[in-house]
């Protein structure tokens, strides 16, 4: 258990951000969630007890539970601690809803981008018939395709994703965490009951499901509920997390071209930072070239 980088910064910021585009778009894609940290050894509630006690996390967890405590159907061996301010986004959903909007508005268009037809005229870009002062490049472990920002330090890393439904099993809705996470998603999305997740396959950027990480994603389940366990495997999806070395986002102007930019490196923390990062790095091009 650790602070993640800007925390108290970043969580407001998205939650507003969110809840605004809801209200604009009439949808819903924001939600609170409970989280539960199952401990994996018995180090881990001795380290647990030390950290919330630092003020710093006050606001974060729930006193400890001691092994076996409100018990929903996880093996607990060691206790483990509910943790606070929890919510997840639901992105596809936020995705196909921002692309029906921005094409209402005649603003985006659905292809690749190929950066190699840019061209410079004046104090503006060409691409094709669109014109731009600025461009900001979002391209993620993609970026090693774009000639002006195929060198960001980008390390990519592989997490592999099921969606399953259980039988003989009805957690509440909420995130466990134990090695992996589980996500008992809302009653309200009958379609789907639960999302395991994630592997973690470092330097790996072939988008395609691997079966190992099924397996290793299978054990933990497993090992979280039972051995016996009866499930059914709907979806088996795998994502790459743009990550960097020091796990820090890359807002970055290009050096020689000062109207390029690009935001890179959300690593796992995508839907957290882009929120706040979007709006700081928009400040700052704006200030820099006011219209
Ligand atoms: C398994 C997994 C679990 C995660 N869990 C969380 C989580 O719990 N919380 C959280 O906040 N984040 C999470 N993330 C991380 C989050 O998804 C990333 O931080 C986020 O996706 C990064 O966003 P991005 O837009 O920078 O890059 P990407 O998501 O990689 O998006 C870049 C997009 O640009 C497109 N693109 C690239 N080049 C071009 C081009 N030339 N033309 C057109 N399109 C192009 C790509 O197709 C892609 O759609 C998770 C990621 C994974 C894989």
């Not at 731009?132 to 993609?142: D, Y």
């Not at 009805?170 to 999302?195: A, F, M, N, T, V």
Request: include cysteine; proline fraction near 7%; hydrophobic fraction near 35%.
């Amino acid at each position: 258990m650790t602070e993640s980088w800007k925390i108290d910064t970043l969580m407001p910021k998205a939650k507003a951000f969110y809840q605004d585009i809801e209200q604009q778009l009439g949808i819903r894609i924001y939600h609170d969630l409970p989280i539960r940290r199952y401990f994996i050894n018995e180090a881990d509630p001795i380290r647990a007890r030390r950290r919330i006690k630092n003020p710093r996390y006050a606001n974060y967890f729930k006193p400890i539970l001691e092994k076996e405590a409100e018990p929903i159907g996880i093996i607990d061996e060691f206790g483990s601690i509910p943790i606070r301010q929890g919510s997840w986004v639901n992105v596809p959903c936020l995705i196909e809803h921002l692309k029906n909007f921005f094409k209402s508005q005649d603003s985006l268009v659905e292809e690749t981008f190929d950066a190699k037809q840019l061209e410079p005229e004046g104090s503006h870009w060409n691409y094709r018939d669109i014109r731009a002062k600025n461009i900001v490049f979002c391209q993620g472990s993609h970026t090693h395709n774009n000639p002006f920002f195929k060198d960001l330090p980008i390390i990519p890393i592989k997490g592999d994703v099921l969606d399953i439904s259980l039988k003989d099993i009805q957690l509440p809705s909420g995130l466990y965490y134990k090695k992996r996470w589980l996500h008992s998603l809302e009653k309200e999305d009958q379609r789907l009951l639960y999302r395991l997740g994630a592997s973690y396959d470092v330097g790996n950027s072939d988008a395609e499901p691997s079966s190992s990480a099924k397996e290793e994603l299978i054990e933990t389940l497993k090992a979280m509920l039972g051995s016996d366990l009866q499930f059914t495997i709907q979806a088996h999806r795998s994502g790459i997390r743009p990550t960097t070395k020091d796990a820090k986002p890359l807002l970055i102007q290009h050096p020689v071209h000062s109207s390029l930019f690009a935001i890179n490196g959300l690593g796992s923390k995508g839907s957290a930072m882009a929120p706040y990062l979007s709006e700081l790095f928009m400040d700052q091009i704006k200030k820099q070239s006011p219209e």
